[in-house]
């Protein structure tokens, strides 16, 4: 009993008073010395997956819909005469038809589902291609920037696919073209605004296209 009485008493300091309290879920938490400005972010849990698109929030499922809408707009539109056409290694001629394929696998839309790895530069390419490109403009009615569409179609030059002035490559795709907007076919996807690893992803179909697997 006289030793228990000669114990020292711990005093634990620690009080909690004039704390910040986190509600909610907090994951991978970082907690602040006394002072510091706090801002919390709650974690609620899993929620739908949405793009924002002119204010309103867009569902996955609208997002296939509209890019199922921007593609059948855009092939409509390829129209480059036989002689501007290559060969694949096979010597069989590049057809429009398999130019509009091209174009949907490159972009995810075709019959067979992309690679993991390529998704996200897919899913950034379409963010220029029909939401949001600094310094260009969408024509009245339509859904795609021009500039994005025939920067891509200007890779499609480069690689041997298909070949004419930029100019008249401009006009079989968009018949009002002006000079100004050809040099994008010059331009190809060099501008920086396109991700990295978009001429990977472009070459992986045109590679394929080239052995005719398509």
């Given at each position: 009993?006289e030793?228990?009485?000669?114990?020292?008493?711990i005093?634990?300091?620690?009080?909690?008073?004039?704390?910040?309290?986190?509600?909610?879920?907090t994951?991978?938490?970082?907690f602040?010395?006394?002072?510091a400005?706090?801002?919390?972010t709650?974690?609620?849990?899993p929620?739908?997956?949405?793009t924002?698109?002119s204010?309103?929030?867009?569902?996955?499922?609208?997002r296939?819909?509209?890019?199922?809408?921007?593609?059948?707009?855009i092939?409509?539109?390829?129209?480059?005469?036989?002689?501007m056409?290559?060969y694949?290694?096979?010597r069989k001629?590049?057809?429009?038809?398999?130019?509009?394929?091209?174009?949907?696998r490159?972009?995810?839309?075709g019959t067979?589902?992309?690679?993991?790895?390529?998704?996200?530069?897919m899913?950034?390419?379409?963010?220029?291609?029909?939401?949001?490109r600094?310094?260009c403009?969408?024509?009245?009615?339509e859904?795609?920037?021009?500039?994005?569409?025939?920067?891509?179609?200007?890779?499609f030059?480069?690689?041997?696919?298909?070949?004419?002035?930029?100019?008249?490559?401009?006009?079989?795709?968009?018949s009002?073209?002006d000079?100004?907007?050809?040099?994008?076919?010059?331009?190809?996807?060099?501008?920086n605004v396109?991700?990295?690893l978009?001429?990977?992803?472009?070459?992986?179909?045109?590679?394929?296209l080239?052995?005719?697997?398509?």
């Amino acid at each position: 009993m006289e030793n228990e009485q000669q114990q020292p008493k711990i005093i634990n300091h620690n009080e909690m008073q004039n704390c910040n309290v986190f509600m909610g879920d907090t994951y991978g938490g970082i907690f602040p010395l006394p002072g510091a400005e706090v801002h919390i972010t709650q974690n609620i849990g899993p929620q739908k997956k949405s793009t924002q698109v002119s204010g309103e929030a867009e569902t996955q499922e609208e997002r296939k819909m509209r890019k199922e809408a921007v593609m059948k707009a855009i092939g409509k539109r390829i129209d480059f005469e036989q002689r501007m056409l290559g060969y694949d290694v096979n010597r069989k001629r590049i057809t429009n038809e398999r130019i509009e394929t091209l174009l949907r696998r490159c972009l995810g839309m075709g019959t067979i589902p992309p690679r993991d790895s390529h998704r996200a530069v897919m899913e950034q390419v379409w963010v220029l291609l029909m939401d949001e490109r600094n310094q260009c403009h969408k024509e009245p009615g339509e859904p795609y920037f021009r500039q994005t569409v025939l920067n891509i179609i200007g890779y499609f030059v480069q690689k041997g696919l298909i070949s004419g002035t930029p100019f008249d490559i401009a006009r079989c795709v968009f018949s009002d073209a002006d000079v100004s907007l050809a040099k994008n076919v010059s331009r190809g996807i060099s501008s920086n605004v396109f991700p990295n690893l978009t001429d990977q992803l472009l070459d992986y179909y045109i590679n394929q296209l080239q052995h005719g697997e398509f």
